[in-house]
């Protein structure tokens, strides 16, 4: 699953202006123009940056993250890209609720079996960031709500370095690959198989700089 990720710096919203330039989609309205980075974690019910399909381009805007529940009690978060195809919640989203969820890395807490066989997670708290350093585009569905926009992240089965921590991760985009998925292109059985190079460690972890330790958190 994935329930929380890092907001976005200051530098990181300027980096997405810039990709959606490179990749030319033609952003039709930007309503974080005046955004201002506020350090911290991404949790349900927060509003967040996504770039979100329009009819002439993209919107790069904020949305709640999590759909309102049926019955109005709680939010999803996620959404299995094995099944939104045939979910009802999701599978009319796939034509016109397509969005990608910008974001520095996400957290996962790592899930043990206990002795009953039973899995669930432990009090320890990881990171997971690119290998390479990039961004993270995550692929999402949105749509509009009772109070604005909101939006799920697509889960998949995990690969790499994140099949030890967790039965599921987010469904992790390519920079190349960002206008295809909002374009319809990418499929949801494309998505399933898609790899994604990741490190992984607990956040407690400390980089060495010479003779000073940097927490990363």
Request: hydrophobic share 35%; net charge negative.
């Amino acid at each position: 699953m994935c329930g929380r990720y890092s907001v976005l710096t200051e530098d990181e919203i300027i980096e997405v202006r810039s990709i959606i330039q490179e990749i030319s989609l033609r952003l039709v309205r930007d309503e974080l123009e005046d955004y201002e980075a506020r350090p911290g974690e991404v949790r349900p019910t927060d509003k967040s940056a996504i770039i979100a399909n329009e009819r002439d381009g993209v919107a790069f805007e904020s949305a709640k993250f999590g759909i309102k529940k049926w019955d109005g009690k709680g939010v999803i978060i996620n959404a299995r890209s094995e099944t939104i195809k045939t979910t009802r919640t999701f599978s009319g989203l796939l034509d016109v609720g397509r969005c990608v969820v910008p974001a520095g890395e996400y957290y996962e807490w790592k899930v043990n079996a206990d002795s009953g066989g039973r899995k669930k997670p432990s009090n320890i708290k990881h990171f997971v960031k690119d290998s390479e350093g990039n961004l993270l585009f995550f692929a999402g569905l949105c749509r509009d709500g009772d109070d604005g926009r909101e939006f799920v992240i697509i889960t998949k089965a995990p690969c790499g370095e994140v099949v030890d921590l967790h039965d599921r991760m987010p469904v992790c985009l390519r920079v190349n690959q960002i206008e295809s998925w909002l374009k319809g292109e990418l499929t949801p059985d494309d998505i399933v198989c898609l790899e994604f190079n990741a490190f992984v460690a607990p956040c407690d972890m400390v980089q060495v700089s010479g003779d000073k330790q940097i927490s990363l958190f």
